[in-house]
Protein backbone atom coordinates (compact mmCIF):
# COMPACT_ATOMS: atom_id res chain seq x y z
CA UNK A 1 0.00 0.00 0.00
CA UNK A 2 0.61 3.46 -0.22
CA UNK A 3 3.26 5.32 2.55
CA UNK A 4 3.99 8.39 3.18
CA UNK A 5 7.04 9.77 4.99
CA UNK A 6 7.11 13.90 6.15
CA UNK A 7 9.51 15.71 7.22
CA UNK A 8 10.91 17.39 9.48
CA UNK A 9 8.47 16.69 12.49
CA UNK A 10 8.88 19.75 14.35
CA UNK A 11 9.26 23.43 12.70
CA UNK A 12 10.14 26.49 14.80
CA UNK A 13 10.10 29.23 12.96
CA UNK A 14 10.08 33.71 13.18
CA UNK A 15 6.94 35.26 12.69
CA UNK A 16 7.49 36.53 8.95
CA UNK A 17 9.42 33.81 7.94
CA UNK A 18 8.92 30.98 5.47
CA UNK A 19 8.21 27.77 6.09
CA UNK A 20 9.03 24.71 4.36
CA UNK A 21 7.17 21.16 5.38
CA UNK A 22 8.15 18.11 2.36
CA UNK A 23 6.85 14.57 1.85
CA UNK A 24 7.04 11.40 -0.03
CA UNK A 25 5.17 9.01 -1.43
CA UNK A 26 5.81 5.78 -3.01
CA UNK A 27 2.56 4.69 -4.92
CA UNK A 28 3.23 6.08 -8.09
CA UNK A 29 -0.90 5.22 -8.83
CA UNK A 30 -1.64 8.34 -6.51
CA UNK A 31 -3.17 10.97 -7.87
CA UNK A 32 -4.31 13.94 -5.57
CA UNK A 33 -2.26 14.80 -2.88
CA UNK A 34 -3.97 17.07 0.24
CA UNK A 35 -2.42 19.16 2.80
CA UNK A 36 -4.53 19.55 6.08
CA UNK A 37 -3.95 21.88 9.06
CA UNK A 38 -5.00 20.78 12.59
CA UNK A 39 -4.87 23.20 15.29
CA UNK A 40 -4.88 22.25 18.77
CA UNK A 41 -8.26 20.25 19.86
CA UNK A 42 -9.60 20.75 16.95
CA UNK A 43 -10.19 18.62 13.71
CA UNK A 44 -8.06 18.37 10.23
CA UNK A 45 -8.96 21.45 7.76
CA UNK A 46 -7.76 21.25 4.05
CA UNK A 47 -5.44 24.08 3.14
CA UNK A 48 -4.69 23.04 -0.22
CA UNK A 49 -4.58 20.52 -2.33
CA UNK A 50 -2.81 19.50 -5.80
CA UNK A 51 -3.42 16.86 -8.35
CA UNK A 52 -0.80 14.68 -10.38
CA UNK A 53 -1.37 16.70 -13.72
CA UNK A 54 -0.23 20.16 -11.76
CA UNK A 55 2.94 20.79 -10.53
CA UNK A 56 2.70 23.91 -8.86
CA UNK A 57 -0.34 25.45 -7.05
CA UNK A 58 -1.01 28.58 -4.72
CA UNK A 59 -3.30 30.05 -2.34
CA UNK A 60 -2.02 33.60 -0.73
CA UNK A 61 0.43 32.42 1.56
CA UNK A 62 0.58 29.02 1.26
CA UNK A 63 1.88 27.01 -1.85
CA UNK A 64 2.35 23.27 -2.54
CA UNK A 65 4.49 21.67 -5.97
CA UNK A 66 4.69 18.56 -6.70
CA UNK A 67 7.59 15.92 -8.39
CA UNK A 68 5.86 13.10 -9.83
CA UNK A 69 8.81 11.75 -10.89
CA UNK A 70 10.75 11.98 -7.66
CA UNK A 71 7.50 11.28 -5.87
CA UNK A 72 7.62 14.23 -3.55
CA UNK A 73 5.63 17.24 -2.91
CA UNK A 74 6.14 20.31 -0.52
CA UNK A 75 4.39 22.72 1.05
CA UNK A 76 5.41 26.43 1.34
CA UNK A 77 3.86 29.08 3.72
CA UNK A 78 5.57 32.24 3.43
CA UNK A 79 5.22 35.21 5.61
CA UNK A 80 4.23 33.40 9.13
CA UNK A 81 1.93 34.58 11.19
CA UNK A 82 1.38 33.30 14.87
CA UNK A 83 -2.00 31.68 13.52
CA UNK A 84 -0.23 29.20 11.33
CA UNK A 85 0.58 27.40 14.42
CA UNK A 86 -0.66 23.71 13.97
CA UNK A 87 0.04 20.51 13.40
CA UNK A 88 0.11 20.05 9.47
CA UNK A 89 0.01 16.62 7.75
CA UNK A 90 0.11 15.72 4.41
CA UNK A 91 -1.77 12.86 2.53
CA UNK A 92 -1.23 10.89 -0.78
CA UNK A 93 -4.20 9.09 -2.79
CA UNK A 94 -4.81 6.25 -5.25
CA UNK A 95 -8.34 5.86 -5.54
CA UNK A 96 -9.74 4.57 -2.07
CA UNK A 97 -5.60 4.03 -1.03
CA UNK A 98 -5.43 6.86 0.99
CA UNK A 99 -2.36 7.42 3.19
CA UNK A 100 -0.93 10.67 5.72
CA UNK A 101 2.07 11.56 6.87
CA UNK A 102 2.93 11.75 10.39
CA UNK A 103 2.59 15.31 10.69
CA UNK A 104 4.82 18.35 11.36
CA UNK A 105 4.33 19.97 14.40
CA UNK A 106 5.06 23.93 12.98
CA UNK A 107 5.50 26.81 16.13
CA UNK A 108 6.03 30.30 14.36
CA UNK A 109 8.02 32.44 17.09
CA UNK A 110 6.83 36.19 18.05
CA UNK B 1 -18.68 23.16 11.17
CA UNK B 2 -21.81 21.11 11.76
CA UNK B 3 -21.08 19.79 8.05
CA UNK B 4 -20.05 16.09 10.06
CA UNK B 5 -20.82 15.46 13.79
CA UNK B 6 -19.47 12.59 15.80
CA UNK B 7 -20.96 11.04 19.27
CA UNK B 8 -19.86 10.82 21.93
CA UNK B 9 -16.97 13.11 22.02
CA UNK B 10 -16.04 11.21 25.32
CA UNK B 11 -16.53 8.24 25.98
CA UNK B 12 -14.33 5.93 28.64
CA UNK B 13 -15.25 2.18 28.68
CA UNK B 14 -13.77 -1.21 30.73
CA UNK B 15 -12.34 -3.93 28.54
CA UNK B 16 -15.21 -5.79 28.49
CA UNK B 17 -17.88 -3.26 27.51
CA UNK B 18 -19.35 -2.59 24.16
CA UNK B 19 -20.25 0.57 22.90
CA UNK B 20 -21.08 2.31 19.28
CA UNK B 21 -19.73 5.46 18.07
CA UNK B 22 -21.93 7.59 15.60
CA UNK B 23 -20.82 9.48 13.00
CA UNK B 24 -23.19 11.97 10.79
CA UNK B 25 -22.38 13.72 7.86
CA UNK B 26 -25.08 16.80 6.66
CA UNK B 27 -23.31 17.60 3.18
CA UNK B 28 -24.30 14.72 0.82
CA UNK B 29 -20.96 12.99 0.04
CA UNK B 30 -20.77 9.54 -0.70
CA UNK B 31 -17.98 8.36 1.15
CA UNK B 32 -17.19 8.11 4.95
CA UNK B 33 -13.99 7.31 6.40
CA UNK B 34 -13.07 6.20 10.29
CA UNK B 35 -9.78 7.12 11.08
CA UNK B 36 -7.42 6.42 14.56
CA UNK B 37 -5.62 9.38 15.72
CA UNK B 38 -2.85 8.58 18.63
CA UNK B 39 -0.09 10.69 20.40
CA UNK B 40 3.38 10.85 18.34
CA UNK B 41 1.42 8.92 15.68
CA UNK B 42 -0.05 9.65 11.63
CA UNK B 43 -3.74 9.74 11.22
CA UNK B 44 -4.43 5.56 10.85
CA UNK B 45 -6.95 5.28 8.26
CA UNK B 46 -9.59 2.18 9.62
CA UNK B 47 -12.34 1.70 7.60
CA UNK B 48 -13.68 3.53 3.82
CA UNK B 49 -17.19 3.80 2.89
CA UNK B 50 -18.27 4.44 -0.35
CA UNK B 51 -21.54 4.50 -1.87
CA UNK B 52 -22.30 2.59 1.82
CA UNK B 53 -20.55 -0.19 0.67
CA UNK B 54 -16.75 -0.81 2.37
CA UNK B 55 -13.97 -0.34 -0.12
CA UNK B 56 -11.24 -0.55 2.50
CA UNK B 57 -10.27 -2.37 5.70
CA UNK B 58 -6.71 -1.67 6.38
CA UNK B 59 -6.07 -4.61 8.61
CA UNK B 60 -7.60 -3.32 11.35
CA UNK B 61 -8.57 -5.90 14.66
CA UNK B 62 -12.02 -7.33 14.55
CA UNK B 63 -12.93 -5.79 17.77
CA UNK B 64 -13.44 -2.64 15.18
CA UNK B 65 -16.74 -3.51 13.45
CA UNK B 66 -18.14 -0.68 11.10
CA UNK B 67 -21.55 -0.74 9.42
CA UNK B 68 -23.08 1.99 6.96
CA UNK B 69 -26.46 2.14 6.82
CA UNK B 70 -26.74 5.13 4.52
CA UNK B 71 -24.61 7.55 2.80
CA UNK B 72 -25.12 9.65 6.03
CA UNK B 73 -24.43 7.30 8.73
CA UNK B 74 -21.57 5.58 9.47
CA UNK B 75 -21.07 3.75 13.07
CA UNK B 76 -18.25 1.77 14.89
CA UNK B 77 -19.44 -1.05 17.20
CA UNK B 78 -16.94 -1.59 19.98
CA UNK B 79 -15.89 -4.88 21.89
CA UNK B 80 -13.44 -5.73 23.91
CA UNK B 81 -11.35 -3.56 23.37
CA UNK B 82 -7.39 -3.24 24.54
CA UNK B 83 -5.80 -0.09 26.35
CA UNK B 84 -3.89 0.71 23.75
CA UNK B 85 -7.18 1.43 21.94
CA UNK B 86 -7.48 4.55 23.78
CA UNK B 87 -7.29 7.26 21.10
CA UNK B 88 -8.84 9.98 19.14
CA UNK B 89 -11.14 8.51 15.73
CA UNK B 90 -12.41 10.76 13.81
CA UNK B 91 -14.94 10.57 11.52
CA UNK B 92 -14.96 12.04 8.04
CA UNK B 93 -16.33 12.49 4.37
CA UNK B 94 -16.05 13.42 1.13
CA UNK B 95 -17.64 13.44 -2.23
CA UNK B 96 -15.45 10.86 -3.89
CA UNK B 97 -11.92 9.98 -2.93
CA UNK B 98 -9.79 12.74 -4.95
CA UNK B 99 -11.86 15.79 -3.19
CA UNK B 100 -11.55 17.34 0.42
CA UNK B 101 -12.10 15.57 3.15
CA UNK B 102 -14.21 17.28 6.06
CA UNK B 103 -13.49 15.66 9.44
CA UNK B 104 -15.82 15.27 12.25
CA UNK B 105 -14.84 16.89 15.93
CA UNK B 106 -13.63 13.34 17.18
CA UNK B 107 -14.73 11.16 19.68
CA UNK B 108 -12.21 10.68 22.42
CA UNK B 109 -11.91 7.48 23.49
CA UNK B 110 -10.44 6.10 26.87
CA UNK B 111 -10.45 2.35 27.70
CA UNK B 112 -9.79 1.00 30.97
Known amino acids: GENVEQHPSTLSVQEGDSAVIKCTYSDSASNYFPWYKQELGKRPQLIIDIRSNVGEKKDQRIAVTLNKTAKHFSLHITETQPEDSAVYFC?????????FGAGTTVTVRA | ETGVTQTPRHLVMGMTNKKSLKCEQHLGHNAMYWYKQSAKKPLELMFVYSLEERVENNSVPSRFSPECPNSSHLFLHLHTLQPEDSALYLC???????????FGPGTRLTVT
Open chain 2, 92 to 102: ASSQDSDYEQY
Open chain 1, 91 to 99: AAINDYKLS
